[in-house]
């Protein structure tokens, strides 16, 4: 008996269309990828970057009492969160912002065993908030102890870049009684490697390390 001829199927009819799945997967064996294909998280934006970073900083330098605590290794992890962070700088010329740089800001950390008195009994140390406030505008600079001590320094400031500045030390005040007038010799460099609202990293010559955040924006130096 005569078989009944079959009709040809979609594969072997000439200009059928091919499934999709079928041309992925053979595209696949000619080394071709298509990423729109693939699903996976967004990229973070920068804003939401820094936000992460400078979490990450504050966090790993809150238990710290500002750098008096830390140990090598914590001093490490701290300039490698901070230079991450300062690789996300939105204000790459500080002095060109004075609205931004201006104001009393606060420390949170420092590696400046000077500033932190590391060599002395701790009964013998800063023991409450430690200020610099800054005063763009008029190139000036203050550094003041409060508790228990309440030392402080004034000092000129002289712009070396767009985010750098001579520090030329002035006058330091001794139990808010003693003034001492500053030698010639009482200099440094700072340099602001990071700034937004409310957090500002700075770099010493000396190689230290600043975090500080801002406690008083309207504050200024005038008369100093």
Excluded at 115 to 128: E, V, W, Y
Aim: aromatic letters at 6%.
């Amino acid at each position: 008996m005569q078989q009944a001829a079959r009709a040809p199927s979609a594969r072997t009819q000439p200009g059928a269309p091919q499934p999709r799945a079928r041309v992925v997967a053979n595209a696949g064996l000619f080394g071709i990828s298509f990423p729109f294909l693939k699903a996976g998280p967004p990229k973070p934006s920068k804003a939401e970057a820094r936000a992460e970073a400078k979490n990450q900083l504050l966090e790993r330098i809150a238990t710290l009492d500002r750098g008096a605590k830390a140990s090598e290794d914590d001093k490490a992890d701290v300039d490698r969160l901070a230079s991450e962070l300062e690789a996300l700088n939105p204000t790459p010329k500080p002095l060109a912002a004075p609205e931004l740089l201006s104001g009393k800001w606060r420390l949170l950390y420092t590696t400046s065993a000077s500033i932190l008195a590391t060599n002395r009994p701790p009964f013998l140390r800063p023991q409450g908030p430690i200020y610099q406030t800054i005063d763009a505008e008029r190139l000036k600079a203050r550094n003041n102890e409060s508790f228990p001590f309440y030392n402080q320094v004034t000092a000129d400031l002289t712009p070396l870049g767009p985010n750098k500045v001579a520090v030329q030390f002035k006058t330091f005040t001794l139990l808010r009684l003693i003034n001492i007038t500053a030698p010639p010799q009482a200099k440094g460099e700072l340099a602001v490697t990071y700034l937004d609202e409310d957090l500002r990293i700075s770099r010493g010559d000396k190689g230290n390390l600043f975090v500080l955040d801002m406690a008083d924006r309207e504050a200024r130096l005038e008369g100093q």
